[in-house]
């Protein structure tokens, strides 16, 4: 079992910059694949961003690819993801996502979810 805690959310204005950060408890973290999601109102979840087990890897949807980062630290338990130039299109809940896969690509099956973290970016 894995649970997954999301934080750094928040209200930001078109052009600035969030930091994402999830932290991990329960089995060796380095086993997982991870990513994050998200899910607009009225719209369906998202594949945003994945990392594969030792980080060297990292697979983004094309809207974010060049403002957002992904990473992690297999020893603090932690990923996290740098969203720069943000727009108001970004605007949604983010979810940390980690499957028993080597790594997090859009159609990646996702073992466990965080409860999500609110990103909203002002015009």
């Known amino acids: 079992q894995v649970q997954l805690v999301e934080s750094g959310g928040g209200l930001v204005q078109a052009g600035g910059s969030l930091r994402l950060s999830c932290a991990a408890s329960g089995r060796p973290f380095s086993m997982y694949g991870m990513g994050w999601f998200r899910q607009a109102p009225g719209k369906e979840r998202e594949f945003v961003a994945g990392?594969?087990?030792?980080?060297?890897?990292?697979y983004y949807l094309d809207s974010v690819k060049g403002r957002f980062t992904i990473s992690r630290d297999n020893a603090k338990k932690t990923v996290r993801l740098q969203m720069n130039s943000l727009k108001p299109e970004d605007t949604a809940v983010y979810y940390c996502a980690a499957a028993r896969r080597q790594t997090v690509e859009v159609h990646t099956p996702i073992d466990y979810w965080g409860q999500g973290t609110q990103v909203t970016v002002s015009s």
């Open positions: 990392i594969n087990w030792s980080g060297t890897s990292t």
